[in-house]
Nanobody
Framework: VQLVESGGGLVQPGGSLRLSCTTS????????MSWYRQAPGKERELVAF????????NYADSVKGRFIISRDNAKNTVYLQMNSLKAEDTAVYYC?????????????WGVGTQVTVSS
């Protein structure tokens, strides 16, 4: 199983970035996908979620209206479009795949990509 994030970097406040998470080794279309982030000295927090079936989404209050999560099941990839970035969005962003089958819970993580919002 592999989850590889890309697209992070340094951006000025008000700018945009698009993160990608390309996956392999599991049936991507059957997994709920999420983006988490962890800022220095803080706990990892859920940023955005997209369900496997139907593609319903959910967002942290802090990013609602600015971030958009989407998925391309043909490419086994999930995206996070981040607009109107703020300094407080600075963090390492992680991709997560999760699925429950019966009593078994499957949960996979990427290694993260750094996003720095600074002038």
């Amino acid at each position: 199983v592999q989850l590889v994030e890309s697209g992070g970097g340094l951006v000025q406040p008000g700018g945009s970035l698009r993160l990608s998470c390309t996956t392999s080794g599991f049936t991507f279309s059957r997994y709920d996908m999420s983006w988490y982030r962890q800022a220095p000295g803080k706990e990892r927090e859920l940023v955005a979620f997209i369900r496997s079936a139907g593609g319903s989404t959910n967002y942290a209050d802090s990013v609602k209206g600015r971030f958009i999560i989407s998925r391309d099941n043909a490419k086994n990839t999930v995206y996070l479009q981040m607009n109107s970035l703020k300094a407080e969005d600075t963090a390492v962003y992680y991709c997560n795949a999760a699925r429950t089958i019966g009593i078994n819970y499957y949960n996979y993580w990427g290694v993260g990509t750094q996003v720095t919002v600074s002038s």
